[in-house]
């Protein structure tokens, strides 16, 4: 599955210190608007320790994790929507993505402007709120009467009437389409900004906000859940080898990377998991939908092997780690033989049986 999150937030908020952070690259992160002009996009391993431990239990040559891609999308400003600064080609961008992370700026700093001239996280997320819920009322202004008009002849179609409806009413009190908690599923056809989930980064630094402040910035999100970094520490991290950057990480009183945090609420807020191969060759995480079957967890792997699927042979990664070895594991009764009907949980370590 290719999972992609769209980076966005207003000029100079931090979101390409934040992307050369979580790809390790040299993307111009400059002191001025638009820095960002054409969308970057970086492919990011997602952190899971388990790997490690199976590998050295198969001897694997080499570790596969899952993998996210973000998007770094250039700052949106106040009338993006109806094309200020690059807003239509950056509002593009954002459809593209499974989900939208957005990053606040709460940090102080003289020599990096901000666009509105003041610190004030609260404005600056209804800014971009704003903004994307402005382009979504475009989109269903120039799409309702088409779909009133199917509506007339195909009763499928009504339900997607009534749900764009509610979703109209919902953005026309300000209120996101993921915020407002609506399904989403009879809105998929019109690819809706404000319907894909979202995640909040506050760059900040740890002696600029306190718990309460944090409390606050909490609150300004929920239900979402929000995420504290310090981008430029964290792209100091990235530059790091991992021994010393657990050994500065643990001097600072952090127990992990703001990346880290950020990547696994990604997959929390997307409904994801992985299950996890072993071999020789390679110790591989691959990602699937919670609730997924084996078949399709098996179609991750290749078409083939949903088409063919016989069965699927399951150890708990927990089980298989105790046990130390596959066959004391299955000496143990902990390898069991599921059908076409299991639901796959995180962290099970499969093998395929096929047919093709």
Same mark, same amino acid.
């Given at each position: 599955m290719a999972l992609t999150i769209g980076i966005?937030?207003?000029p100079n908020a931090g979101k390409s210190t934040l992307f050369n952070a979580l790809t390790r690259n040299d993307v111009l992160a400059a002191n001025y608007p638009f820095a960002t002009i054409e969308p970057n996009v970086g492919v990011v391993g997602v952190p899971d320790p388990r790997l490690g431990v199976l590998a050295k239990l198969f001897n694997s040559e080499r570790l596969v994790p899952a993998t996210v891609s973000?998007?770094?999308?250039?700052?949106?400003?106040?009338?993006?929507?109806?094309?200020?600064?690059?807003?239509?080609a950056f509002l593009s961008h954002i459809r593209e993505a499974d989900a939208i992370c957005q990053?606040?700026?709460?940090?102080?700093?003289?020599?990096?402007?901000?666009?509105?001239?003041?610190?004030?996280?609260?404005?600056?997320?209804?800014?971009?709120?704003?903004?994307?819920?402005?382009?979504?009322?475009?989109?269903?202004?120039?799409?309702?009467?088409?779909?009133?008009?199917?509506?007339?002849?195909?009763?499928?179609?009504?339900a997607v009437v009534a749900a764009v409806k509610e979703a109209q009413a919902v953005l026309e009190t300000?209120?996101?389409v993921f915020g407002a908690?609506?399904?989403?599923?009879?809105?998929?056809?019109?690819?809706?900004?404000?319907?894909?989930?979202?995640?909040?980064?506050?760059?900040?630094?740890?002696?600029?906000t306190d718990e309460a402040t944090r409390d606050e910035l909490r609150k300004l999100v929920a239900p979402a859940e929000a995420i504290f970094l310090d981008a430029k520490i964290e792209s100091e991290l990235a530059e790091m080898e991992p021994d010393e950057a657990?050994?500065?990480?643990?001097?600072?009183?952090?127990?992990?990377?703001?990346?880290?945090?950020?990547?696994?609420? #990604?997959?929390?807020?997307?409904?994801?998991?992985?299950?996890l191969t072993a071999g020789p060759k390679e110790s591989r995480a691959w990602t699937i939908r919670k609730g997924a079957t084996a078949p399709e967890a098996a179609g991750v792997i290749h078409t083939d092997f949903q088409k063919g699927f016989i069965k699927a042979e399951i150890v708990s990664y927990e089980d298989l780690v105790e046990a130390g070895t596959l066959l004391e594991a299955r000496n143990r009764g902990k390898v069991r033989m599921e059908g076409k009907d299991y639901v796959?949980?995180? #962290?099970d370590v499969v093998e395929f049986r096929f047919n093709v």
């Amino acid at each position: 599955m290719a999972l992609t999150i769209g980076i966005v937030g207003l000029p100079n908020a931090g979101k390409s210190t934040l992307f050369n952070a979580l790809t390790r690259n040299d993307v111009l992160a400059a002191n001025y608007p638009f820095a960002t002009i054409e969308p970057n996009v970086g492919v990011v391993g997602v952190p899971d320790p388990r790997l490690g431990v199976l590998a050295k239990l198969f001897n694997s040559e080499r570790l596969v994790p899952a993998t996210v891609s973000f998007v770094d999308i250039a700052g949106i400003v106040r009338g993006a929507s109806k094309g200020e600064g690059m807003g239509n080609a950056f509002l593009s961008h954002i459809r593209e993505a499974d989900a939208i992370c957005q990053v606040t700026r709460v940090f102080e700093d003289a020599d990096v402007t901000h666009v509105d001239g003041k610190i004030n996280p609260a404005g600056d997320i209804d800014t971009i709120a704003t903004e994307l819920i402005l382009a979504d009322l475009q989109t269903i202004e120039k799409t309702l009467p088409r779909l009133e008009k199917e509506a007339r002849f195909a009763k499928e179609k009504q339900a997607v009437v009534a749900a764009v409806k509610e979703a109209q009413a919902v953005l026309e009190t300000g209120q996101t389409v993921f915020g407002a908690g609506l399904d989403r599923e009879l809105l998929k056809e019109l690819f809706l900004l404000t319907a894909k989930p979202f995640l909040y980064v506050f760059n900040t630094s740890a002696d600029e906000t306190d718990e309460a402040t944090r409390d606050e910035l909490r609150k300004l999100v929920a239900p979402a859940e929000a995420i504290f970094l310090d981008a430029k520490i964290e792209s100091e991290l990235a530059e790091m080898e991992p021994d010393e950057a657990a050994e500065f990480l643990a001097d600072m009183g952090i127990e992990e990377p703001g990346l880290d945090h950020l990547a696994r609420v #990604g997959f929390e807020t997307l409904g994801l998991q992985t299950y996890l191969t072993a071999g020789p060759k390679e110790s591989r995480a691959w990602t699937i939908r919670k609730g997924a079957t084996a078949p399709e967890a098996a179609g991750v792997i290749h078409t083939d092997f949903q088409k063919g699927f016989i069965k699927a042979e399951i150890v708990s990664y927990e089980d298989l780690v105790e046990a130390g070895t596959l066959l004391e594991a299955r000496n143990r009764g902990k390898v069991r033989m599921e059908g076409k009907d299991y639901v796959m949980q995180d #962290g099970d370590v499969v093998e395929f049986r096929f047919n093709v």
